[in-house]
């Protein structure tokens, strides 16, 4: 399973930037339980962004309600995140994640509740 994450880069306070994930196997994706963003701070554990279920309410840190809307692409296997208002304190690198996957490879069939993460994309605000 991989996640290819685009979209990072610099903006000014008040701007925005939108980050994109897609999920692929060698095979077919049945379905994904979760998928979302976390972000890290220099030196500190990844926190939550935003993340929503195959269908469902998404869920938000409280920093960034109002400010930012995830949404998925069930068919493309994708997940976006739409960053309004951007302050210096949303200043991280960024992280595609997904929770549960099942799929297959040829007639095989994989079910797995781990994480899977992509390989981070640097966010940064600053005037």
């Known amino acids: 399973v991989q996640l290819q994450a685009s979209g990072g880069g610099l903006v000014q306070p008040g701007g925005s930037l939108r980050l994109s994930c897609v999920a692929s196997?060698?095979?077919?994706?049945?379905?994904?339980?979760?998928m979302g963003w976390y972000r890290r701070y220099p030196r500190q554990q990844r926190e939550l962004v935003a993340d929503i279920p195959t269908n469902g309410a998404a869920n938000y840190a409280d920093s960034v309600k109002g400010r930012f809307t995830v949404s998925r692409d069930n068919d493309e296997n994708e997940v976006h995140l739409q960053m309004n208002n951007l302050k210096p304190e949303d200043t991280a690198v960024y992280y595609c994640?997904?929770?549960?996957?099942?799929?297959?490879?040829?007639?095989?069939?994989?079910?797995?509740?781990?994480?899977?993460w992509g390989q981070g994309t640097l966010v940064t605000v600053s005037s």
């Open positions: 196997t060698p095979g077919r994706i049945v379905k994904i339980d979760k």
């Open positions: 994640n997904l929770q549960g996957i099942d799929y297959y490879i040829g007639d095989y069939r994989y079910v797995t509740q781990r994480d899977y």
